[in-house]
């Protein structure tokens, strides 16, 4: 489990189990406490630097999506070329965002709560614009292995049928060989020879 996860689930098992406490002062000091674990939750977890940290995380599994995708890819380059050109561009989207993070710092307290959420909206859209980016990437390398795995079933169905009508061809031709040599039928040779019989007989006839 996350860490923020964990932090979310703590919280919330704390705000179910403090109705159930008894002693009214200890329940106090139970609500104090939550208080302030959820305001450090927030501060940790959910600050501009902390999630703009997992941005760059993002950008970097993101990167090593992209060189699978290269790799697999091969016939939609310009699908490539338009990704990686989109990638490039939350690259510096997410340089920006560390860099209004630094200078929040030295904005005035007066106009820090405008800062903090126009920096928060630009977070909040630059991750959906990496979550649409590597569903993207996702699709495609799912396409170019449906395509690859066509063209497998595709030539090995071929294969298999040239080697079906290969065989039934064979068996056909050494069938046709075999006919032949089987020979005159059975009284074959005694029907030819009474053919000739009646040559034969005139020639006794004369010797008489």
Not at 31 to 56: D, E, G, N, Q
Not at 119 to 127: A, G, M, P, T
Request: aromatic share 10%; proline share 3%; hydrophobic share 45%.
């Amino acid at each position: 489990m996350k860490p923020d996860m964990l932090s979310q689930f703590l919280f919330l098992l704390s705000v179910v189990l403090i109705p159930f406490i008894l002693n009214v002062i200890m329940r106090y000091i139970s609500m104090i406490i939550v208080s302030l674990y959820f305001a450090a939750y927030l501060a940790c977890y959910k600050s501009p630097t902390f999630l703009i940290a997992r941005l760059a995380v993002s950008i970097e599994e993101l990167r090593e999506l992209f060189s699978t995708a290269m790799i697999e890819c091969t016939r939609a380059l310009q699908l490539i070329s338009k990704t990686e050109v989109a990638l490039t561009e939350q690259e510096y989207a997410v340089s920006n965002l560390y860099t209004k993070a630094i200078n929040a710092k030295k904005v005035s307290w007066k106009k820090y709560p405008y800062y903090l959420a126009c920096l928060v909206f630009s977070i909040i859209e630059c991750q959906r614009h990496i979550m649409e980016l590597r569903a993207s990437i996702v699709l495609a390398i799912e396409s170019a292995r449906q395509q690859h795995l066509q063209e497998e079933i595709s030539r090995r169905t071929i294969t298999l049928i040239e080697n079906f009508l290969g065989a039934n061809v064979g068996k056909e031709q050494g069938a046709l060989r075999v006919r032949p040599s089987r020979g005159l039928p059975a009284g074959g040779r005694l029907a030819s020879e009474n053919q000739f019989a009646y040559l034969r007989a005139p020639s006794k006839a004369c010797e008489a």
